[in-house]
């Protein structure tokens, strides 16, 4: 599976974007899919996943209640809207999925065998 991740962009804070990630090849309903974000010279940090059984959606203390992500089993995509967005929300976003990822792993970036390429994310302030 490929994984490709489109919709970043600058946005004032306060404002919103929706990332999405689409799967080509085998499909991402048997995989759990989580997003990431990183900015240059630090690790890669979970934001958002959502488990493959279940659909479940668990996220990030720093993005709680402001972010939502959901998928689509027909468009085979993954999509992260993204609102009251926060200077420190600039990063890069990256989505990634797992068909292994268990619950003690399921924010850690290694637990992930496929990523998408990134999508830039800056908010300005």
């Known amino acids: 599976v490929q994984l490709q991740a489109s919709g970043g962009g600058l946005v004032q804070a306060g404002g919103s974007l929706t990332l999405s990630c689409v799967a080509s090849?085998?499909?991402?309903?048997?995989?759990?899919v989580a997003w990431f974000r990183q900015t240059p010279g630090k690790e890669r940090e979970f934001v958002a996943g959502?488990?493959?059984?279940?659909?479940?959606?668990w996220y990030a203390d720093s993005v709680k209640g402001r972010f939502t992500i959901s998928g689509d089993r027909a468009k085979k995509t993954v999509d992260l809207q993204m609102n009251s967005l926060k200077p420190e929300d600039t990063a890069i976003y990256y989505c990634?999925?797992?068909?292994?990822?268990?619950?003690?792993?399921?924010?850690?970036?290694?637990?992930?065998?496929?990523w998408g390429q990134g999508t830039q994310v800056t908010v300005s302030s």
């Open positions: 959502m488990w493959r059984n279940t659909g479940r959606p």
């Open positions: 090849g085998r499909t991402v309903n048997g995989a759990t």
């Open positions: 990634a999925s797992s068909e292994t990822v268990i619950l003690s792993t399921r924010a850690t970036p290694n637990a992930y065998g496929t």
